[in-house]
């Protein structure tokens, strides 16, 4: 704005500074008409952005039921003996499982010494030698002033497969070595100089390196590790203990767990549906600059979810038999036990309803089709309108700062001719002042 200082009317007794602000004020009413123009585009914008938001919500909810990586519904008659871990898309069924043996780290203890921080209980130059499976054996050193705690932080700091503790039995103290993974192929051995701490004594090993040995339906297994990720797809069993009898392992598709995710699906797509009807309203009068009442894209967009609804389905005739159908307001409602019914019933094609089945396209397929022709982050006809309004309130941008430059200028040209007219009244009332003086001596 202008710095030209204005007398404010000592002269004229006028209040320039009042006409001055009203004159420049209604010279700014385009401007403030723009910025109410750029406001409405604004809110436009975040409504259609709402709005697209809820379309991909509403694909997200249908890409988790047709997820076929999605886990099932794993469970087993004796989880204590052998528990189950879904891990992928595991086709349904019953599985026996029998144990037999369960695969174990070896264990092996030394004899018993009277002290375990004692030194001097061996020569200098001892060694153990320690191999873990097909590992290259490693030398532990042992000198005179070593304790059974230094040869076990030895072992533990060395880089082999088995660490090493110190046991007190009650009486004496032994040093015990355990290998760091189960199986035969881990089994560990040792080798002894210049020492007798006992570690090759077979009557010492306490645990011996074994494999599982289970069946599944008759079928013998062996493994190396108690967690089994590979005998069935999709699943992992954990071997805990061994069987007294057959454990039951169920796989099955999970209604419950479906028909949450149908809700979902049902949930957002009525969210879409709702935010159309609320931006729909005509409010007559009231009707603000920024509604969105009678838009093309949002007719068209109704229209276009509206006739998803309505097209073939692979194995069934209509959403009704899925459990699902439309009320007065366009609105999907879910009928959970018609749809338990129908999965019960058709479970091996129900998700080809949704997803299509090759040949005729599903639900699904129409409304992601429609979400990607309205929701696409770049070329979706929602993402489309909010450009243009982002688009046009830039250059909005550039005639706001022109006409604000022109109305700085007009200010200041009206403060000028003010500062005059002041400049000129106070001369005149300066000259009647003398010639008063003058007729009043006369």
């Known amino acids: 704005m202008t710095s030209i200082t204005s007398f404010s009317g000592l002269a004229t007794g006028i209040d320039t500074n009042s006409i001055v602000t009203e004159l420049v004020r209604a010279e700014s009413i385009p401007i403030e008409r723009l910025r109410t123009k750029q406001a409405n585009h604004d809110s436009m914008a975040s409504r259609f952005e709402t709005i697209r938001d809820r379309m991909n919500e509403l694909q997200s ?12 519904t794993v469970s087993s008659s004796a989880e204590s003996i052998v528990g189950a871990t879904s891990q992928g898309a595991a086709q349904p069924g019953a599985y026996v499982v029998e144990v037999s043996q369960l695969a174990a780290a070896e264990r092996t203890h ?7 921080d004692t030194p001097g209980l061996w020569a200098d130059g001892s060694s153990i030698g320690i191999t873990v499976g097909a590992d290259a054996e490693v030398s532990i050193s042992v000198s005179s002033t070593d304790t059974l705690a230094s040869i076990a932080q030895r072992i533990n700091d060395s880089d082999l497969r088995a660490s090493a503790s110190v046991i007190f039995d009650g009486s004496e103290y032994r ?62 069993l954990s071997l805990d203990a061994v069987t007294t009898s057959p454990v039951t392992v169920n796989v099955g598709s999970n209604s419950d767990a479906l028909g949450e995710k149908l809700q979902t699906f049902v949930d957002a797509y009525n ?25 093309s894209t949002l007719r068209s967009l109704q229209r276009s979810l509206n006739s998803s609804l309505f097209g073939t389905l692979p194995g069934f005739e209509t959403l009704r038999e899925l459990g699902l159908e439309t009320n007065q307001a366009g609105k999907l409602e879910l009928d ?20 299509g089945d090759g040949v005729t396209g599903g639900l699904f397929e129409r409304l992601s089709a429609v979400n990607d022709q309205y929701a696409h982050k770049d070329s979706g006809l929602l993402s489309t309108r909010i450009s243009s309004f982002e688009s046009q309130n830039r250059l909005i941008d ?45």
Request: charged letters at 20%; proline letters at 1%.
């Open 61 to 72: 909810a249908m890409d988790a039921i047709t997820d076929t990586s999605a886990p099932a």
């Open 110 to 116: 030394s004899n018993g010494v009277a002290s375990k």
């Open 175 to 236: 040093l015990q070595v355990s290998g760091d993974d189960t199986g035969l192929a881990n089994s560990v051995s040792f080798t002894e100089t210049g020492l007798d701490l006992g570690l090759t004594n077979p009557a010492n090993e306490t645990v011996s390196a074994a494999d599982a040995l289970f069946s599944i339906d008759g079928l013998a297994m062996t493994r190396s590790s108690n967690d089994v990720s590979e005998a069935i797809t999709g699943f992992q």
């Open 271 to 295: 969210s879409v549906v709702n935010g159309i009807a609320v931006e729909s309203v005509f409010t007559g009068e009231a009707r603000t600059g920024d509604s969105l009442a009678g838009d």
């Open 336 to 355: 959970m036990e018609a749809f338990g019914a129908a999965l019960n019933e058709n479970g091996d094609t129900l998700l080809e309803a949704f997803s």
């Open 398 to 442: 550039q005639r706001i700062v022109s006409m604000e430059l022109r109305v700085d200028k007009y200010e200041e040209t009206l403060l000028r001719k003010f500062a005059t007219l002041e400049t000129l009244v106070s001369g005149l009332n300066s000259q009647g002042e003398q010639m008063l003086a003058v007729l009043g001596s006369i």
